[in-house]
């Protein structure tokens, strides 16, 4: 499980409420950073944000579809295009910041369900 998200304390909140859900989580501060880490390591689950520098969300996103790793988008900048460009990538779920806990925890329990059937059908 990887939370990607440029904001410090989002990022400690995040890997908080996931841990005492009781995933094993990394989190990265960019864009960047993450994929930098995708050839050691690939995550049951990204929990993305959107809107970073440099290597922004949607870019993840966009290699996240070629290892058929599952994405929960969450933002602070939804619009319509934001929203329609996200969802042409087809994640798990796209919530807005802030996210509450519980509809988080059940969109990453999605995902990681359509991983697992994914590899079971392998």
Do not use: W
């Amino acid at each position: 499980m990887a939370i990607v998200d440029d904001e410090e304390p989002i990022r400690k909140a995040l890997t908080r409420l996931l841990r005492s859900g009781g995933l094993d989580v990394e989190s990265f501060p960019s864009g960047s950073e993450f994929l930098e880490s995708l050839p050691a390591h690939r995550p049951d689950c990204v929990v993305l944000d959107l809107h970073m520098p440099v290597v922004n969300g949607f870019d993840v996103q966009a290699r996240l579809v070629e290892f058929g790793v599952p994405v929960v988008i969450i933002t602070g900048h939804d619009s319509d295009e934001t929203r329609a460009r996200a969802l042409a990538g087809r994640p798990a779920a796209y919530l807005r910041k802030p996210v509450n806990d519980q509809v988080l925890l059940d969109a990453i329990e999605l995902a990681l369900g359509l991983n697992r059937e994914r590899e079971n059908k392998q």
